[in-house]
Nanobody
Framework: QVQLVESGGGLVQAGGSLRLSCAAS????????MGWFHQAPGKEREFVAA????????YSADPVKGRFTISRDNAKNTVYLQMTSLKPEDTAAYYC?????????????????WGQGTQVTVSS
């Protein structure tokens, strides 16, 4: 079965860094575009970043541009989110998602599979 497992979340001080990982299994990883979303308490799930199946194309939401970088290692079936200059408002559960195809989308409904999430908490 398809499984996406996030890891790397934790507690960090404002201005610090974290790298999230999402390990995929049960699907031909290189055929899927991947995305990261986050959801804070009381708010809806929001798009963070996406990457094409080859890794040649990426885009990010405006609030994280210049701070977060999405990447992937197809040999390891893993997508990463490198987060720097973290802010308290980045505090949320972070989810990775997969969609079949090379097109990049920011809308939740375009993705086929989801992980369970990993918590990121940024203290002031």
């Amino acid at each position: 079965q398809v499984q996406l497992v996030e890891s790397g979340g934790g507690l960090v001080q404002a201005g610090g860094s974290l790298r999230l990982s999402c390990a995929a299994s049960g699907l031909p990883f290189s055929n899927y575009a991947m995305g990261w979303f986050h959801q804070a308490p009381g708010k809806e799930r929001e798009f963070v970043a996406a990457i094409s199946w080859s890794g040649s194309s990426t885009y990010s939401a405006d609030p994280v541009k210049g701070r977060f970088t999405i990447s992937r290692d197809n040999a390891k079936n893993t997508v990463y989110l490198q987060m720097t200059s973290l802010k308290p408002e980045d505090t949320a559960a972070y989810y990775c998602a997969a969609r079949l195809g090379n097109e990049l989308y920011s809308d939740y409904g375009r993705y086929d599979y989801w992980g369970q999430g990993t918590q990121v908490t940024v203290s002031s």
